[in-house]
């Protein structure tokens, strides 16, 4: 009798569970049949394995890391999470540099993501307290800064933000809050010989204080420097600069006296003293005020299989070693990622062999940025916003950089870049690069060397380059560059003003004797000012370059390295080439639409040439130009909305 009685029970257990199962099977497929995504608080919960953890600002780090009892920092998920385990940090903003304490791997990485999409940032910036009146409008607060003046420790420099939004130093003359915008002052700092230097102009005020520590930043042609004024007044001042440079600089600007704040946004921060001074906007609180105080959000010098996924970066930065493989950064957004005010020349550690000693060039180009070092790594769906330098520094091999937004970079203007190449085998693809103070992609032999073999330059949306500087170019890469196995191609590079009249800006400029390219279905529009600007400026007595299948709107420079085929010279009656067949050039009505597509009528139809790996999506015979008549237009850029993405 008591058998029966426990099997009637095991029974009526196993068919509640039948219909608790069967009636959660029929409610997903309703929610499923209506287009409801089961992406839930229970979905990341079931997807928390026992190697998965939580952060939340109102956690504890003596919690055991569980969605009911989180830890409280980053770090200490990150000193505890195996391979396999993810982070999954609640909204809130983290004022730490997360450190991992072991790598993930291949099969199984270790990810740092935000929980359901909720809105982490991992800041590098702490708030200021303890304000007081110093004078007039300008406040005062004691605080500790890791950097007295600009002494560029690891391209530290001080940094101060109100609501979110970095605020200029005191300086002369005044400007805005837009460093790639500046107002700069004109004639001239002039060479006397080595490092020594004259600053002149007769507006230059004179100052209670004397001008002896402040920083000069002064650039023409393609150098820019900076320098430590040493005296003089009254219109003139000396200085040494930190590298010689015998044409002088035409314009320039003051900063690092306290004297020179003047005008409401402009602060000063005097390091002996440890005090910052602050002339807050109108109508802004002190209490948003904040400082940078550490340079980087995550650290994974010697760390690989890292997953980022859906954070914010602030005042920080994200580095890497030789010793990485595999990190992925995955719909970050990260803004003042960078920030240095002088340029010192590049250590001679960083210089790669027989390149020259013009080390200034590539000041803090290889130390700003996204930091990818290593192999294998990838950012991708991110916005990159807001460097001195680089946006993202590509060191090793295979690297992919893909359909991110990456602006207002270089502020500086030394060789950084937004996307800075070294090694071989990257790929930098559908990415919208806008707004940086000289190139927009940069290969440079300082660091770099002679072999950027097989790098792959395709998809991009390029425009609002070189806005500091000039004789450059979107795409740039110098000297004697071996550029063989890869591919610049499917760019759209438009829309460029030259920042002085006396040098050009360019499209695509291979530089002193780079040579092995391949260079086809670009399209370069809108490229004005200057002296000697063009669309594409290639040559050079070693190697070859093939031009296949563009569309050059403005005039070109090419030699006897040149192949070219089957593009449109819109603004060229001819070209210097070593082979050329079934181009376009100025003395033919082209007929392009407004997108530069090709128009029913248009000589270019079937006018091309069968090149293989080039021309294989034509219908029929190649047309002539970027794009093939008939086909749906290719598009370059990033899918994102830098506007939208703000929330």
């Known amino acids: 009798m008591l058998g029966a009685i426990i099997k009637h029970l095991i029974d009526s257990v196993h068919r509640y569970i039948h219909i608790f199962l069967a009636t959660l099977m029929l409610l997903s497929s309703l929610i499923v049949a209506v287009g409801i995504p089961i992406v839930s608080e229970f979905t990341q919960v079931s997807n928390a394995t026992s190697s998965s953890y939580f952060v939340a ?40 540099t997360v450190r991992p304490a072991l790598s993930g791997s291949a ?28 004078r007039g409008s300008i406040f005062q607060a004691k605080v500790a800064l890791p950097v007295s003046i600009y002494q560029d420790s690891g391209f530290f420099a001080n940094q101060l933000f109100i609501e979110g939004l970095m605020m200029p130093e005191a ?16 004639c001239c700092v ?49 200085a040494q600069m ?14 690092g006296k306290l004297g020179l704040l003047d005008s409401e946004g402009e602060w000063f921060y005097d390091g002996a003293s440890q005090t910052l001074y602050f002339w807050p906007p109108r109508g802004k ?23 980022l996924r859906n954070l ?16 992925v950064i995955d719909g970050i957004r990260a803004k003042y990622i960078s920030h240095h005010m002088t340029l010192p020349p590049l250590p001679t550690s960083e210089q790669a062999p027989n390149s020259d000693d013009a080390l200034i060039l590539a000041s803090h180009a290889h130390d700003t940025g996204i930091q990818l070092r290593g192999v294998g790594h990838t950012l991708r769906n991110s916005i990159i916003e807001w460097s001195s330098g680089n946006g993202v520094l590509l060191e090793g091999r295979k690297h992919t950089v893909e359909n991110n937004i990456i602006t207002s970079s270089n502020y500086l203007v030394s060789y950084a870049a937004p996307v800075r190449i070294n090694g071989t085998e990257h790929k930098i693809t559908s990415n919208t690069i806008s707004n940086t103070g000289r190139d927009a992609i940069n290969i440079d032999w300082h660091t770099a060397g002679f072999d950027v073999s097989s790098i792959d330059i395709g998809y991009n949306d390029i425009s609002q380059f070189g806005l500091l500087s000039t004789d450059l170019g979107a795409i740039y890469a110098c000297c004697y560059i071996n550029l063989q196995g890869g591919a610049i191609h499917h760019n759209w590079i438009h829309s460029a003003d030259a920042f002085s009249p006396f040098w050009g800006t360019r499209g695509i400029y291979l530089d002193i004797e780079t040579y092995n390219s391949k260079i086809h279905h670009n399209i370069v529009w809108n490229i004005n000012g200057g002296k000697d600007s063009f669309y594409l400026a290639v040559g050079g007595p070693r190697g070859y370059h093939q031009i296949f299948n563009n569309t050059f709107l403005g005039p070109v420079s090419t030699d006897n390295s040149v192949e070219a085929r089957n593009n449109i010279f819109a603004a060229s009656s001819n070209i210097i080439a070593s082979q050329q067949s079934n181009n376009l050039f100025s003395d033919t009505i082209l007929r392009l639409n407004s997108d530069f597509t090709l128009q029913p009528n248009s000589p270019a139809i079937n006018q091309g ?11 029929g015979i190649p047309d002539i130009g970027a794009y093939e008549y008939g086909i749906l237009p290719w598009k370059a850029g990033s899918n994102l909305n830098l506007r939208n993405s703000e929330s």
């Open 57 to 96: 600002p109102t956690g504890s780090d003596s919690n055991p890391g569980t969605l009911g009892q989180p830890f409280r920092t980053i770090n200490r998920c990150a000193d505890v999470v195996k391979p396999g385990g993810t982070c999954f940090i609640r909204a809130g903003v983290y004022r730490e």
């Open 107 to 134: 099969a199984a990485p270790i990810t740092f993501a935000a929980y359901n999409n909720e809105a982490v940032t991992v800041s590098g910036a702490d708030p200021v307290k303890g304000w007081v009146k110093f």
């Open 171 to 186: 300086r002369w003359p005044n400007s805005g809050i837009n460093p790639l915008r500046p107002t700069l002052a004109g």
């Open 190 to 238: 002039f060479s006397q010989g080595g490092s020594a230097a004259t600053v002149e102009n007769d507006a230059i005020p004179n100052l209670s204080e004397g001008w002896s520590g402040a920083t000069v930043w002064t650039n023409e042609w393609y150098v820019t420097r900076t320098g430590t004024i040493t005296g003089g007044s009254n219109g003139r001042l000396t």
């Open 242 to 255: 930190t590298a010689p440079w015998d044409r002088g600089g035409y314009w320039f600007y003051l900063v």
């Open 285 to 307: 609180a002190l209490s948003s005020v904040e400082v940078k105080e550490r340079n980087f959000a995550f650290d994974l010098t010697d760390r690989s299989y890292i997953i």
């Open 312 to 327: 914010k970066i602030f005042a920080s930065t994200i580095t890497t070693s030789d010793a990485s493989e595999g990190v």
């Open 609 to 619: 040439v069968t090149i293989p790996g080039i021309t294989e999506n034509s219908i």
